[in-house]
């Protein structure tokens, strides 16, 4: 509950600082209680779903992320350009389409096998993880790190690609981006198909190799050809966004959540989203110094790197699906679903 009644007031408050420190400080709010809520929500699901459908289902409540990426976007192109204060109206938007989700939070019990086997103090949830659970988390940090290098880079300056690309102005380039990332949810629709079929990480993997070679291949076309063929730049684009939302957009969440026991699994998932989310950080950062420097064709190439990494990082990933045999079978020694 804590976390989203801190994003409500603080996506409130975005729409009406009274100077830009006020703005910097809500937003950073706003960052903290989406991150506390991905390290809540997911553990959560694990707890209270059978082994043969959380994966399932925890891939559908990350379908609505791509479902509230595409409303933001076309907010943006809707008003923000329609004055200077089109940006509040926006910002306002976001916190008030959260306010029943308080309401629906407060009806929901507390997790059943959480309150069994809680540990009572931060030492003793310190001294649960053993040497194969820091190797998860590092196995888990390391690929959520390099998806969100380019998943922020992209999310953040997609609107800009699509303005240099196709020469449009803001709004267009807003609704631009809307129509590139709604590609994600016929992407999402596969994965709550096959996630609990084929298992996380062949879904990972794919989706990591999906992603790069798209972003390689838009990266040289970029550096040889300008704008030149820019629908095929943006076909591109489209291509990476798809293989980015069919795989790791969700695995890289949902493996963390089922890979620990219940005492430490909040814990060891917020430490794996924690390390991961610096890589949306360093893909902003990286894509504007290096576009700066030398052009968008080395910050897209630089977001097909870390795309390669995360494919090689996949490798050493732990399947936790349904197929997954003497793995703790993750938290089929906690989970109360049915029993």
Partial sequence: MGDFIAYVAASHGSAGPPDPSWLFFFRFTVSAGIGANFAVVFPYISEIDSAGTRGRNMATVMMAANF???IAYGLGGLFLGAGGQGWRIVLLAGGLMAVPVIFMRSRISESVAWKRSRLPHVRDILAGFNRKDLRNIAVASAAWFSYQVSDQG??????????????TDN????????????VTIPAAVVTIILIDRIGRKPLQISGFLGRAVPLMALAMIMLYFGGKYGFLEIGLLLA???????GPDKTIVISPAEQFGTGIRATGQGIAESIGRAGGLAGVLGYGILSALYGPWAGIMYFG???IMGLLVSFAMRETGPMATGS????????WYGK
């Fill in 240 to 246: 990476a966004y798809f293989f980015g939302a069919l």
């Fill in 305 to 307: 790197i870390f795309a």
């Fill in 171 to 182: 709004s267009i380039s807003s609704y631009g981006s809307l129509l590139v990332k709604s």
């Fill in 328 to 335: 703790r079978k993750i938290a089929d020694d906690t989970s």
């Fill in 68 to 70: 509230g990426m595409i």
């Fill in 154 to 167: 992209l999310s953040v300056f997609l609107p800009l690609l699509l303005l240099t690309t196709l020469g």
